[in-house]
T-cell receptor, first 114, second 114 residues
Framework: NAGVTQTPKFRILKIGQSMTLQCTQDMNHNYMYWYRQDPGMGLKLIYYSVGAGITDKGEVPNGYNVSRSTTEDFPLRLELAAPSQTSVYFC?????????????FGPGTRLTVT | AQSVSQHNHHVILSEAASLELGCNYSYGGTVNLFWYVQYPGQHLQLLLKYFSGDPLVKGIKGFEAEFIKSKFSFNLRKPSVQWSDTAEYFCAVISGGSQGNLIFGKGTKLSVKP
């Protein structure tokens, strides 16, 4: 199993541009998450999904959108990129029947908005 | 709102020193607790987790943590650190019924001097 994969690894955007961060997992996990990590701030939840077709906002959803058309994929869309969205983005997944709720993380996407 | 506090932002130790990183959480109900580690330039990896049973949990690479419910604490320990333990450590909590949403602390950076 590849686990959770993310593309791209790095990206530089200009203010106002848009992009989609890709996330795929091959563990048949029904829960998927997007976090952003800023220095000294830990990780903050942006959006999550409990299954295909179901998404919900996390702590910091403004400026982002998500969709979940399949179990495997959970892309994160940035519209009108702003410097405040410069961050490292991590996708994660978990299995609802795992009562420990352990989450598995992807390698991250480092995004710079200038 | 739930929160996780990690008391130390940056800890510097010499090799073979003992380590204890503090973690306190604010939720009063049933919780699942995690320590994740992030080596420089890498994604988060699970060190250990507690979700039921023995409150003293052993993880990978010689780490352990003790869940003390009365103190809302889940401190991470290692009797003798190595240079390769240099990393950032994150405590995280999931409360019952939260759709598996992890709340992270801000992280503790550990630097081990050879």
């Amino acid at each position: 199993n590849a686990g959770v994969t993310q593309t791209p690894k790095f990206r530089i955007l200009k203010i106002g541009q848009s992009m989609t961060l890709q996330c795929t997992q091959d563990m048949n996990h029904n829960y998927m998450y997007w976090y952003r990590q800023d220095p000294g701030m830990g990780l903050k939840l942006i959006y999550y999904s409990v299954g295909a077709g179901i998404t919900d906002k996390g702590e910091v959803p403004n400026g982002y959108n998500v969709s979940r058309s399949t179990t495997e994929d959970f892309p994160l869309r940035l519209e009108l990129a702003a410097p405040s969205q410069t961050s490292v983005y991590f996708c994660a997944s978990s299995y609802s029947r795992d009562t420990s709720y352990e989450q598995y993380f992807g390698p991250g996407t480092r995004l710079t908005v200038t | 709102a739930q929160s996780v506090s990690q008391h130390n932002h940056h800890v510097i130790l010499s090799e073979a020193a003992s380590l204890e990183l503090g973690c306190n959480y604010s939720y009063g109900g049933t919780v699942n607790l995690f320590w994740y580690v992030q080596y420089p330039g890498q994604h988060l990896q699970l060190l250990l987790k507690y979700f039921s049973g023995d409150p003293l949990v052993k993880g990978i690479k010689g780490f352990e943590a003790e869940f003390i419910k009365s103190k809302f604490s889940f401190n991470l320990r290692k009797p003798s650190v190595q240079w390769s333990d240099t990393a950032e450590y994150f405590c995280a909590v999931i409360s019952g019924g939260s759709q598996g949403n992890l709340i992270f602390g801000k992280g503790t950076k550990l630097s081990v001097k050879p």
